[in-house]
């Protein structure tokens, strides 16, 4: 039906910076919120950033002046430039579409911060 496929992720060191994608396919009609989650060991799965069909963001307070997320309508992809990693935002990184009021997640991709 429909596929989220992300990218971007693996090992960088604390101050760098790293760009997640994620595109979708599949039985596409209408795509309305896109956004990521992080989920690190032993810790539940919490949002980083929501960008709305109308462009509007919302961050959580750990990312915000650091993370940017993005979406290209036109390819139906959603990112999220990371810049100035620290260690705990090490983690698998989740993309989630919302289509038809149907939530779709992404596989997952895993961030490394070294220090």
């Known amino acids: 039906q429909v596929q989220l496929v992300e990218s971007g992720g693996g090992l960088v060191q604390a101050g760098g910076s790293l760009r997640l994608s994620c595109a979708a396919s599949?039985?596409?009609?209408?795509?309305?919120?896109m956004g990521w989650y992080r989920q690190a060991p032993g810790k539940p799965r919490d949002l980083v950033a929501v960008i709305t069909s109308d462009g509007s963001t919302n961050y959580a307070d750990p990312v915000k002046g650091r993370f940017t997320i993005s979406r290209d309508n036109a390819k139906n992809t959603v990112y999220l430039q990371m810049n100035s990693l620290k260690s705990e935002d090490a983690a698998v990184y989740y993309c989630?579409?919302?289509?038809?009021?149907?939530?779709?997640w992404g596989q997952g991709t895993q961030v490394t911060v070294s220090s």
């Open positions: 989630n579409v919302v289509i038809l009021f149907e939530d779709y």
């Open positions: 599949g039985s596409i009609f209408s795509i309305g919120s």
